[in-house]
């Protein structure tokens, strides 16, 4: 697929014999490819996305036993579980926004297996959005990343670290009388993303792809209105990016198959080579 | 009302009233009130010489029979009477079954009439009858302190006492006096004497109302015949003869709080049919389920001038060898309370007296005695009076 | 004179707590026409519809001219008492643990007699007022207060039989988080409850009002939602053996009927809030109240149900919501007689619209939120059951008690 990727590939098999996957499991079971979570623990303390309440809302993650080694099922123990698309850690599709309504293949079921896997770059905004909840990711910041670890290649995900997640879900949340304050990406860097450097998708750690005070930005939504319109994707509520390298890991991120769904919570792994981990800068 | 006018009674001549048994008391039973009621049954036989086939009238009081009524019984003890009654009523099933039965006499509805009361005392079956007593004792006070009739009596009393200005130490005179009785009585339960001291310091059950002023619940039967005076000689049976009775229910509805029985209603025509005058017997025997019952008896029967009871109370002794025998077995204050066969207590014992047959203390040159019932609170006053004159055959 | 109820000690939990007893709810049919009454805090008697007698004990027949047409009506309580008694020996092991007990006769300026509860300020000879109470087992009886107020009037020993004073109990507010819970909240302190818990839920969630609540006498925040079965079980862990009376505060009021809303989302909400919410609540709590019944002075007593009136007939402008609130009025008659053996008595609370966000293009007149607190405060202190906020309410009531079908088509 890309340069990058291909690089990435030579290192295990560089210390075993041939043949990629093989290489990749012989380097996995050594313990030279680290799997890191990037998933949220679904919970219902777990903020969601707020609306105005006339609006509808996001249903947050509820959990109900159905049987626990007991009068409902003396031997096992299992749970219903209630939730909107966008509850937890989770994927947005296309279609999820007005601009990507129209587009071919726009729903999660229709996201290519072969897109599932993909290369990540990771922009580091910690320090940043530490001293400023409403930081938005400008092209400057994307290019001054591209100085040191060159250009973003196409088909990859950018994910905006910002520490984020390991907020608690007050500071998380970060509501205010106007509204969410939380980073998120400013117009102009998403519209570079997506038309100058065809990248995957975009994630965060944040509850949206967008900023808290992101209706205020124009267009209003910008990381859904062009992302979306170009028919990428999104990933939110992801977790332990300070552990991904800049470059160089490989994200799966597989969402449910709902039949025309507009997105999906799932479990978001990055494969990393661990002595590549914790370079992220 | 419309103007009916009220028709003369009969007398009760050819009526005779004979065999009195009582099957002795027992605080606690594990047996049926069938079980006492056949035991009374087997008594009536017994005494009377006659066999269970003779017997073709019969009239049974109990409260704990359920789901028993009167015509179980007729298969559960092989009778086939040609006349049966129920008189379920407590305090005046004694002389209400009577008076039912001597009138079934009369008119050949039947020869020989078993009247019986019994009922079984279970540890728990005193409390079982009080909460499902009756439909207003469910609704209106059961849910009050569920103190059974100790709670409704005692609000009769405090009313009585404040009214007529009667003390505990009157009250207590009666119950003094029926002990003495008593303790020459073989089948009372209260064996020890009672002073006027005891009366006085004994624990409160409901104020006023203290703990021998109470009853004690127990399992026992009482039983006697009415029959044709014919046949009554032919056995060779000693009997009584009824002078006069009268019953009357819910006399007086529009009392606030019970003052009276109801006796008061008819009392002429009770005397009038015996051609006594009023309190002109040698005996009287009232339903003493409290003191204060008796007391209202006393007056409103005319065994004293009305107003004047109290006077009354303080001069007479109650014994039976004394001013105005009362209660001449014990009553049920001392021989216990078994059941709807304390509405018998009196009546069986009237009949003992003046048959001569008493088992205890004998009133001298008995010949006429003065039987009366009351019973039947159902929500906040006995309902049931009734009375019964007796005399000597 | 009532000696003042004295803040109760704390428990000692090695100690066994004392199993909840009932009086006898044994009652016929007929004698069920005085519960409404007693439900809502009125004085009625079985009042004859032709001849106009009034009898007691209830009847099915006019004892004065045996008219069958016989129904409770608004009578005087006025009477005086006749005789007195204290029973200090009973059959029944409710009444034996709370020996003496004192009854006595009330003879009614309306004519009849009446066996009642006594309050220990009033003694034989006494002027009284009689009033339907509920007891412990949630049957109508008969009890006389002094003819007027006398000191610590609430605090009689029999008369806490039948109320739910909040003196000294501690109160589970739901949710605190809304203009109603903050409003409980404060009325209950002003009540004199020992600690009022004040639920929030979505602790992440900025709450203006904390603030306010912490500076509430004996208020305790504390987290629950009620669409959360893990946050209620969780509180219920540590709070459920202190709460002595649960009010459900715990709203979502969404205008719209069936038709023009799209999909079952917003219908989910409000079952969540309500419906569901009260099933999870009554799974959590119902129980260790329950179990609590007779656990001293500040033994669990009432579970109020806030409830908007539009459960008993649906106001079609707030459709859905009235038909889930339909749908917690019919879980309470359940809950109530769930609650029943352990003596705790469910109150629902009817309410007009109120003065709040989600009635806002609703004309007056609407409930403030402070007088639904002071309703439930009363409810509670005079242990009713049935309560009815405000002008609309009290005109829903009636309208209905007349003419159901009229009311349908007119809301």
Sequence with gaps: MTSRRTKAAKTPADATASGGLAAFATALAAGAVEIVDLTQTLSPDFPTLVLPPELGQCTPFRIEEISRYDERGPAWYWNTITLSEHTGTHFDAPVHWITGRDLPNNTVDAFPAQKQIAPACVIDCAAAAAADPDFLLEPAHIETWEARHGTIPAGCWVLMRTDWSKRDAGAYANLREDGAHTPGPSPAAIRLLVEKRAILGFGTETIGTDAGQAHHLDPPYPAHTILHGAGRYGLQCLANLDRLPATGALVVAPPLKIRHGSGSPLRVLALVERKATGGAA | ?393 | MTEPLTPPKRKNPLERTRAPLLPSAIRSRTAQMLTLAAAEGWFALPTCLDCGAVHYPPRDACPKCLSARIAAQAADGGGRVAAETAIRTSTDPYFRERMPWRIGTVVLDAGPSVIAHLHGDVRAGDRTRLEWKLDKSGQAVAFALPQTETANMADDPQLREMTLDPKFRRVLVTDARTALGQAMVSALSKAGAGIVFAGLAEPWKPAPAREALTRIRGVEIVPIDVTDTDSVNELAGEIGAKVDILINTAEHVRPGGLMERKGVGVAREELEAGYLGLIRLAQAFGPTMRFRGADGANSACAWVNVLSVFAQVNWPQFGAHSASQAAMLSAAQSLRAELRPGGVRVINVFTGPLETEWYQAVPPPKVAPSQVAGATIDALQRGLEDVWVGDIAQDVRSRLAANPKAIEREL
């Excluded at chain 2, 032919?234 to 029985?261: T, V, W």
């Excluded at chain 2, 309190?279 to 008896?297: H, K, L, N, R």
């Design chain 2, 1 to 393: 009302m419309t103007a009916i006018h009220k028709g003369k009674r009969q007398g009760y001549e050819g009526v005779a009233v004979a065999a009195p048994v009582t099957v002795p008391y027992r605080r606690y039973s594990i047996n049926s009130a069938h079980w006492w009621i056949g035991r009374a049954l087997r008594g009536l036989v017994d005494r009377a010489g006659i066999g269970p086939g003779d017997i073709d009238g019969l009239s049974v009081s109990s409260f704990t029979l359920a789901p028993d009524t009167a015509i179980g019984l007729t298969q559960h003890f092989g009778l086939s009477p040609r006349w049966l009654d129920h008189v379920p009523m407590g305090g005046a099933s004694g002389v209400m079954a009577l008076r039912k039965a001597a009138r079934a006499v009369q008119a050949g509805d039947c020869d020989i009439a078993a009247c019986v009361a019994g009922d079984t005392n279970h540890v728990d079956s005193f409390r079982r009858t009080l909460s499902t007593f009756s439909r207003f004792a469910q609704d209106a006070v059961y849910p009050y302190g569920s103190g059974g009739p100790n709670a409704n009596f005692a609000l009769i009393m405090a009313n009585y006492m404040g009214r007529t200005g009667a003390t505990r130490a009157d009250m207590g005179k009666l119950a003094v006096a029926q002990r003495d009785n008593a303790l020459a009585f073989p089948h009372a339960l209260m064996k020890k004497p009672l002073t006027l001291d005891d009366y006085l310091g004994a624990r409160a059950i409901a104020d006023p109302i203290h703990l021998f002023d109470c009853v004690m619940p127990c399992a026992g039967a009482e039983a006697f015949l009415v029959l044709r005076e014919d046949i009554a000689r032919d056995l060779k049976l000693p009997y009584a003869r009824i002078l006069g009775s009268i019953e009357r229910h819910n006399a007086f509805p529009g009392d606030a709080i019970q003052e009276r029985g109801g006796w008061q209603r008819d009392l002429d025509e009770l005397y009038g049919m015996a051609g006594l005058k009023r309190g002109a017997v040698d005996f009287v025997e009232t339903y003493d389920d409290y003191p204060v019952i008796s007391m209202m008896q006393l007056e409103e029967l005319g065994l004293c001038k009305s107003g004047e009871v109290v006077e009354f109370v303080r001069a007479s002794t109650f014994t039976t060898h004394g001013s105005c025998p009362h209660n001449t077995s014990g009553g049920q204050l001392s021989v216990g309370q078994a059941g709807c066969a304390g509405g018998f207590l009196g009546l069986v014992e009237a009949i003992r007296q003046l048959t001569g047959q008493a088992l205890g203390g004998q009133v001298k040159d008995a010949k006429a005695g003065l039987v009366s019932g009351f019973g039947m609170i159902t929500y906040d006053r006995g309902l049931a009076s009734c009375a019964a004159l007796l005399g000597k055959a």
